[in-house]
């Protein structure tokens, strides 16, 4: 088994390659709200159309969608939590070639950047 991670066309990634339980790896909060769940998760699961995530002081359950813009296709997630609604574009996404381990890079509007890993 190889750990090396091959760079996905996001193009033509199937929504399900997003799906699972995915650790915050990496994130640059930049002008985004240090305080708000998202800059605080250390942990995202995305099953179904379910959300969940941890974060030191609290979690939060909600829902999830991949959307793609009409021009290039590209992959956006809608992150849908009762008291917050946002997006993100998929900026990134590598994978082992058995799929076995997963890199995948968020670029939310608030200016929030993640590196998400699935081991």
Same mark, same amino acid.
């Given at each position: 088994m190889s750990d090396l991670l091959l760079d996905?066309?996001? *193009? *033509?990634?199937?929504d399900s390659y997003l799906a699972g339980a995915w650790r915050v790896a990496h994130r640059v909060v930049n002008r985004a709200d240090p305080a708000s769940p998202l800059a605080q998760a250390t942990n995202l699961l995305l099953a179904d159309e379910l959300l969940q995530l941890q974060a030191p002081s609290h979690s939060a359950t909600g829902s999830w969608a991949v959307q793609r813009d009409e021009l290039l296709n590209r992959p956006y997630l809608r992150l849908n939590f009762p008291n917050e609604e946002t997006r993100a574009l998929v900026t990134r996404l590598r994978r082992t070639t058995d799929g076995a381990r997963s890199q995948l890079n968020l670029y939310f509007s608030s200016g929030l950047e993640m590196q998400l890993d699935r081991p």
């Open positions: 996905i066309n996001l *193009q *033509q990634v199937p």
